[in-house]
């Protein structure tokens, strides 16, 4: 159980386009579900704090304009990468808080070209 | 700030050796800990949690760790490694206040050699 699926898997986008990343719980309900970014050889680092029906949580020094964070039901949490650049090429990782701890989607890379 | 720090980035070990990999966080409150393993090409998987009670946790496949909260620290064992061992581990804290936010150490890359 505790389940988180995570698409797309890999993706390539253009320069100055925006990419949607869904997280979705698959046999529970997720009131509260995390994003991560990780660098290559690098440990994942918080990016935001998605609560459902509410507005995302952000950690310094991630513009909130740029990652658009939605969780409007408590099985889905998007993060939307808004005018791409190459250097949002990274590892994306969702996270949702079960009552067992935590449990992480499979990562989606992006890469800008 | 609160910080988790793994000081072994890179281990390298033969098959049947010993492993201890060592965790350390700065906060002085309630935490709740976890290590995370992450297999090449694949997604984080939990290893283990400690939450309260007996300070030594065993985990999936072996491993165990022992929370020794006047060192602030949470260091992973493996009494004998394997080559499937191979992977990299992550060290992960959760404050117990108003955070409630899962930080990770920077992780530290294990290879075993068979």
């Known amino acids: 159980g505790a389940v988180v699926s995570q698409h797309p898997s890999r993706v390539i986008c253009k320069s100055g386009t925006s990419v949607k990343i869904e997280c979705r719980s698959l046999?529970?309900?997720?009131?509260?579900m995390f994003w991560y970014r990780q660098f290559p050889k690098q440990s994942l680092m918080l990016m935001a704090t998605?609560?459902?029906?509410?507005?995302?949580?952000?950690e310094q020094g991630v513009e909130k304009d740029k990652f658009l964070i939605n969780h409007a039901s408590l099985t889905l949490s998007t993060l939307t990468v808004t005018s791409a650049h190459p250097e949002d090429s990274s590892f994306y990782i969702c996270s949702a808080q079960t009552g067992y701890g935590y449990t992480f989607g499979s990562g989606t890379r992006l890469t800008v070209v | 700030a609160q910080s988790v720090s793994q000081h072994n980035h890179h281990v390298i070990l033969s098959e049947a050796a010993s492993l201890e990999l060592g965790c350390n966080y700065s906060?002085?409150?309630?935490?709740?800990l976890f290590w995370y393993v992450q297999y090449p090409g694949q997604h984080l998987q939990l290893l283990l949690k400690?939450?309260?009670?007996?300070?030594l946790v065993k985990g999936i496949k072996g491993f165990e760790a022992e929370f020794i909260k006047s060192k602030f620290s949470f260091n992973l064992r493996k009494p004998s490694v394997q080559w499937s061992d191979t992977a990299e581990y992550f060290c992960?804290?959760?404050?117990?206040?108003?955070?409630?936010?899962?930080?990770f150490g920077s992780g530290t890359r294990l290879l075993v050699r068979p």
């Open positions: 998605s609560n459902e029906g509410s507005k995302a949580t952000y």
């Open positions: 400690y939450f309260s009670g007996d300070p």
């Open positions: 906060y002085g409150g309630t935490v709740n």
């Open positions: 992960a804290v959760i404050r117990m206040d108003s955070s409630y936010k899962l930080i």
């Open positions: 046999d529970f309900q997720a009131t509260t």
